[in-house]
């Protein structure tokens, strides 16, 4: 154990897994942890996620899949960034938020740059602000990137169009529905995109507010979260949490295409199998959901400008197609496809820093 005069913090061996430390600051009511799955291309990206979760072994199990999830994610999107996550363990409506990501700041600069952070559930611009006053190794800020919901969502309307085209042989949506679980940061944006192109929208999430108001700018059907899953639509986008496609889900699906922000969206490896059965058409959760640390890595570590960046987001099109290109050649689901192809990229450990 390394005792600091604010933060006591141990480490776990996990197999696979480079580092997996525990951070607890008593003194501000601080709980959380730091996964570094890869530096094999750079620093271990990948953001914060607030969360109230029922246990430790839980908080422990979702920062793993993250931060396993971010090396292939930024490997896929060609980024000079390894993968990692960081998750705070307790109540994300609290009003003291600045002793608590003041303390997370600390646990991060622990690390001397090896683990970089931003934005992610249950976290905001705001709260990074928090942790620049302690690190400077955090991303996402109200002065250089900013929130990175909005790039999100303009990926996974990238990659929805590269499904479209793959599946209909037209990227154009107008006319399709879209159910959308999850009206948050990006899945607000993300139905904001969807109205701009002329598709039809319904929407849940377990926060009424949230679903009111995507219904009242965007002129959405809403429904409740249970009903979600059965709602017949074209496309199918989820943009709340992780592991909703799965053995009681996958059965009640009325669409043709899965595609949305959410991390981790497979419960478990068979039901991309399981999707593939069901011939729907799966867009792999971290080819779509990249643009966010595009946005941010682009920004702020390789200092591209906006039109530099907007085009390296408008990629994820062309990396979605080629999945599907890849899945239809060798015969295997989309999943294994996106996960052979991030797995080349990983193996090349640098890339240029120029636009």
Same mark, same amino acid.
Request: aromatic residues 8%; hydrophobic residues 40%; proline residues 4%.
């Given at each position: ?167 209909? *042989?037209?990227?154009?949506? @107008?006319?399709?529905?879209? /159910?959308?679980? $999850?009206?948050?940061?990006? &899945?607000?944006? #993300? ?86 059965? *069901?011939?729907?058409?799966? @867009?792999?959760?971290?080819? /779509?959901?990249? $643009?966010?640390?595009?946005? &941010?890595?682009? #920004? ?56």
């Amino acid at each position: 154990m390394l005792d600091f005069s604010y933060m006591n913090i141990t480490e776990k061996t996990v197999p696979g897994y480079e580092r997996v430390l525990f951070g607890e600051d008593k003194t501000v009511g601080y709980r959380g942890i730091i996964v570094m799955h890869s530096t094999a291309r750079g620093p271990a990206g990948g953001g914060t996620r607030f969360w109230n979760y029922g246990n430790d072994a839980e908080a422990l199990e979702d920062a793993l899949r993250l931060a396993r999830g971010m090396t292939y994610k930024n490997a896929l999107a060609d980024l000079p960034l390894g993968g990692g996550k960081s998750v705070i363990m307790g109540d994300n409506k609290t009003s003291d938020r600045e002793k608590i990501f003041r303390a997370h700041g600390r646990f991060i600069d622990t690390l001397g740059g090896r683990y970089m952070t931003g934005e992610d559930v249950g976290t905001s611009p705001a709260d990074m602000e928090y942790v620049r006053k302690e690190t400077t190794h955090v991303a996402g800020l109200h002065d250089t990137s900013g929130d990175p919901s909005p790039k999100t969502a303009r990926g996974v309307l990238r990659a929805m169009q590269a499904a479209a085209q793959h599946r209909w *042989r037209t990227k154009e949506l @107008a006319g399709k529905t879209v /159910a959308i679980q $999850g009206c948050g940061h990006v &899945g607000y944006f #993300l139905a904001q995109e969807l109205h701009r192109v002329g598709t039809h929208l319904i929407v849940t999430d377990i926060d009424i507010q949230s679903v009111q108001r995507v219904v009242a700018d965007f002129g959405a059907t809403a429904v409740v979260p249970e009903e979600i899953y059965s709602a017949r639509a074209d496309i199918f986008a989820p943009c709340a949490l992780g592991g909703i496609i799965n053995d009681q889900t996958i059965p009640q699906l009325q669409v043709e295409i899965v595609c949305g922000a959410a991390n981790n969206q497979l419960l478990e490896p068979r039901h991309g199998d399981m999707l593939e059965q *069901r011939d729907i058409l799966y @867009a792999p959760d971290y080819a /779509a959901n990249a $643009g966010g640390i595009i946005n &941010g890595c682009c #920004l702020e570590i390789l200092g591209w400008d906006q039109p530099a960046m907007l085009k390296k987001l408008d990629v994820i099109y062309d990396t979605v197609l080629q999945i599907f290109q890849i899945a239809e050649k060798e015969g295997i689901p989309s999943y294994r496809a996106a996960d052979r192809l991030a797995e080349q990229r990983i193996s090349v450990p640098t890339l240029p820093r120029t636009s």
